[in-house]
């Protein structure tokens, strides 16, 4: 990304920033060309990078899924289609083993969000600049093309996750079942304010803790990747050192970005379990 004209601090600040759309500060609505226009946008901007490469990796799995189920033989299987069952049956293996109630919405749900964020968390795996590079071509001023790296992408997730649990949890106990678990444990009864302070906040962290776990490991992996972008142009000993950095980094990243995914959604079966369980 014309690192000649880039400071080592400008060219990292680049990559971190998100191509936005929103209001301008000349009343029309656009794609922001600096960091000020991204400022005066506030909260109704939108992240068009994030919203762009998360719903296309969404499209990518569920084309690849229905492929696989078109085309399945119980025969003769393919390789592609017995590397998807091995990720069906790895996905049921972990429903079985954490969710102990029944409900159809919870093996597709897990799926959904383990190969989704794994997908989401691959782009990573891509040379800092290709990307970038390509929309610069077309005029593009910014490209963080890694969704799970925005806060707003790993925010949305947890809330319906989050949602989820809320719905079920008041489905399966009732608006006073659940009213009754927050207010009247862990402690005694007469202690209902402190139970009801101490768990409100407990359930509010879920969502939190979340979506801050898979962010702030994916965010810290980009800026990783950048620096180490960034030594290719200080002189041929730090730039060799930096190839082998970079493949040592994405080697260990593969089982990074994996294990965010599975954490995420292994979380989402505890707290779907969570919601359709009795609590005395």
């Known amino acids: 990304m014309a690192s000649e004209t880039l ?57 690849a899924f229905r492929a696989m189920a078109k085309k399945a033989n119980s025969d003769v299987p393919s390789g592609w289609q017995n590397f998807l069952e091995t990720v069906v049956e790895f996905i049921d293996t972990s429903v079985r083993g954490s969710f102990t109630a029944k409900n159809d919405l919870v093996a597709p749900l897990a799926l959904t969000v383990f190969v989704w964020i794994f997908l989401m968390n691959f782009i990573k795996l891509l040379p800092v600049d290709f990307l970038p590079g390509l929309l610069s071509l077309a005029g593009l001023p910014y490209a963080k093309v890694v969704p799970t790296t925005d806060p707003n992408a790993t925010f949305g997730m947890a809330l319906g996750v ?86 040592g980094w994405a080697i260990f990243h593969l089982l990074v970005i994996t294990l965010q995914a599975f954490i995420f959604m292994t979380l989402t079966i505890v707290y779907m379990d969570m919601a359709h369980q009795e609590h005395h």
């Open 7 to 63: 400071t080592t601090s400008s060219y990292i600040q680049h990559h971190l920033t998100n191509l936005t759309y929103g209001k301008l500060p000349d009343g029309t609505w656009g794609i922001a060309q600096t960091d000020d226009q991204i400022a005066q946008m506030g909260f109704w901007a939108i992240h068009v990078d994030t919203m762009f490469v998360s719903i296309l990796m969404g499209v990518l799995f569920l084309l």
């Open 162 to 247: 989050f949602i989820l649990m809320l719905y079920y949890s008041i489905k399966n106990k009732g608006l006073g079942g659940f009213g009754a678990e927050l207010a009247f444990q862990p402690f005694p009864k007469f202690l209902f304010p402190v139970n009801l302070l101490l768990e409100v906040v407990g359930l509010i962290a879920k969502p939190i803790s979340l979506a801050l776990r898979l962010f702030g490991n994916m965010y810290a992996g980009e800026v990783i990747f950048i620096l180490i972008a960034v030594m290719y142009g200080t002189g041929m000993v730090l730039g060799t050192f930096a190839g082998f950095l970079q493949l």
